[in-house]
């Protein structure tokens, strides 16, 4: 049997029955939770890690039962509409209380992985086959929801390349600090849910009432988890390379503006010392040089010709290329 909300009278008759059912629980309030504990005999530490949210991923195991703090994703936070401080992409937060007689997850945001999973269980009848498989499938659907986000980034990842490549601004170099923050969040959530899962093959398992067949499944879970290790790890390094092509691109481009300026200093150096050298105050160095003529050819025409022959041997050296 799958709920979405709390039924007393159906949950005592399903406990009774020792009937296997899945309780979701969206948003619940600290006196809902209480009454779950009563009802389900929920270890204190246990109830009081329910209510706690934001939490790293972890497994602790009470008797008969343990509770699971797992993570999906829904997607990113628009970099424009973050607050300052707040690059953590959309992740949600999921607490499994797992028996092998009942399941309850508890969460504070929606999740459409385990409403479609909630909706295709009920479409595939409730039957002991697909009972013991059920912790597995909530596992699953959340862990396939950061891969949708993965993709997303790869493909901001190459948007920027090409973007920086053919002209390199602060906003993208911002954009690339903003993405390391989030694969950041994203790796301090699936790294230990990796380390997790890796345990949980065998913990789950053990709990009464669970098939021990369902190791190979939780073991793809953590093929999974491994595979997204590797991808942010790699994305993260991708980053890396790309702020190495920014600064890259901006000291070639300092290098370009640098090198037209000192080509124009270098060209006007030549006509500077001329100009200096003839403006002293002597009357002997340019007293005879009387006439419009010879301002001309040998005022204009001597800085006209230092300039162009310091152009001429600039083009020949290849300095312009």
Not at 159 to 180: G, M, P, Y
């Amino acid at each position: 049997m799958l709920f979405d909300s709390v039924d007393d009278r159906h949950l005592d008759e399903l406990l009774e029955r020792r009937e296997f059912f899945w309780l979701d629980v969206h948003s619940p309030t600290d006196e809902q939770l209480d009454g779950l504990a009563r009802k389900f005999g929920w270890h204190p530490l246990a109830l009081e890690d329910t209510k706690e949210f934001e939490q790293r991923p972890k497994l602790d195991r009470y008797g008969d039962h343990m509770l699971l703090v797992f993570y999906g994703a829904h997607g990113l936070q628009p970099h424009h509409d973050a607050e300052e401080g707040d690059d953590r992409p959309a992740l949600v937060e999921v607490h499994l209380l797992v028996s092998g007689s009942w399941i309850v997850t508890v969460r504070r945001h929606q999740c459409e992985a385990l409403e479609d999973l909630r909706r295709n269980l009920e479409q595939e009848g409730h039957s002991p086959e697909n009972e013991q498989f059920v912790v597995y499938r909530i596992l699953d659907v959340l862990t396939d929801t950061f891969f949708p986000v993965l993709d997303e980034i790869d493909e901001t990842i190459d948007a920027l390349e090409d973007a920086i490549i053919l002209s390199a601004n602060t906003e993208q170099l911002q954009r690339v600090f903003h993405l390391k923050r989030v694969l950041g969040a994203l790796r301090r959530v699936i790294t230990p849910q990796r380390d997790l899962a890796q345990r949980a093959i065998d913990d789950i398992n053990d709990l009464p009432g669970l098939s021990v067949g369902t190791r190979d499944y939780f073991r793809d879970v953590y093929d999974h988890l491994i595979r997204l290790s590797d991808t942010v790890d790699a994305y993260r390094d991708l980053l890396t390379g790309l702020m190495d092509v920014y600064l890259s691109t901006t000291s070639n481009r300092m290098n370009a503006v640098m090198k037209q300026l000192t080509l124009v200093s270098t060209v006007f150096l030549p006509v500077t010392a001329l100009t200096g050298f003839f403006g002293m105050n002597f009357g002997w160095l340019t007293g005879h040089i009387n006439s419009l003529h010879s301002f001309l050819i040998f005022g204009v025409g001597g800085a006209l010709l230092a300039a162009l022959g310091l152009f001429g041997w600039f083009k020949r050296a290849h300095f312009f290329d």
